[in-house]
């Protein structure tokens, strides 16, 4: 038995468990490639498997698209990423994945008797920001947003 050395859409999608239209998208955007048949049916180098693996476990942690696909980039002649590369290019991502914990965490108990903006605890919400007196530190949800070496605004 002789193993290919390309794989067809449709085989990348069943080994990887990936949709076709999710291959379609991350190859649209630049995170895989693949060549053209004279039939103009698409063919994926068999590594095109491991970086599929790679995009959806860093995705699975919460990196953006648009951050995996930078992180793809800075590999050599765009070869698929090794067991070193998720290494440095995880551990460059550990600062911001902490940060997000933090501020989901924050979020949690924050809102821990709070039903929803409606709002039923106006009068004792910790997020309220009466006459936008934190627009001036930016856009977003100010409050929520946790800053390195920074406390929460008071109200």
Known sequence: MTIAKELTVGQLSSRSGV??????????????HSRRTPGNQRRYPRDTLRRVAFIRVAVRVGIPLRIVAEALATLPEGRTPTRE????????????????????????????????CGCLSID??????????????????????VTENKPPANA
């Open 124 to 145: 004792r919400c910790v997020l309220r920001n009466p006459d936008d007196r934190l627009g001036k530190e930016g856009t977003g949800p100010r409050r929520l947003l």
């Open 19 to 32: 949709a076709v239209t999710a291959l379609h998208f991350y190859e649209e955007k630049g995170l895989i």
């Open 85 to 116: 590369d998720w290494a440095r290019l995880s551990a460059g991502w550990r600062a911001e994945l902490d940060l997000r914990i933090e501020q989901l965490v924050r979020l949690r108990d924050d809102l821990s008797d709070c039903i929803g």
